[in-house]
C-alpha cells in the first residue's frame, strides 16, 4: 500500500495514491508553552493525540513529542543534545527508524519488523513523506508516528527560528 503525508493548510493528512484521506492531523489551542495535535480518521472520529513540549537547554529547544492512539502504548520522540550534536530518541510500541530520521529515507519498525519505506520529498516551503507500506496491520501507529516524525522534520527544517 502506497500512501502520501503532506501539507494542507495547518493540517498534515494521510492520503492514498487517488487522493483518498485516510487521516489527518490538526493543531488544536493549547498553552504557548506546548503544542496538541489532534489525529482523525476520515469520518472525522478522534483517534489519538500528539503533544509537544519544549525543554530549553540554554539557547537550545529540545521538544519531546507524545504520541497518544487508541489501543496503543503511547510513543515519545525526544530531542537530547549530546557533545552539541542534536539526537533524536524514541520509545514506545516497538517503534523504531532504520536510517536516519532527519534523512531523505528510512524505515520504519515495529517490534524489529519493518512495516514501511518511507522517503522525503522536500520542496522549498514544504515536504512530502511516501511511504511504501508492506504490513498494513498497524496502520494507525503506523501514519500517527509519520505525523509524529513530521512534525520534528519541519521543526529541523521548515521553522524559522528568531
Known sequence: MKLKVVKLADSLVAQTADCQIISKMAAVPTLSTRKKYIITDDTDQPLGDIKRLRNNFGLYDLPRYALSLHKHEAVTVIKNMAQFHSKYVI?????????????????VTI????????????????FAFHLNISDTSQNDLLIGFIYLLALAYEDEHYLVRV
Do not use: R, W
Open 91 to 107: 520509545t514506545g510500541a516497538g517503534l523504531a527508524i532504520q536510517g536516519e530520521l532527519l534523512s531523505d529515507a528510512f524505515s
Open 111 to 126: 517490534n524489529e519488523k519493518e512495516y514501511a519505506s518511507v522517503t522525503v520529498e522536500k520542496a522549498q516551503d514544504d
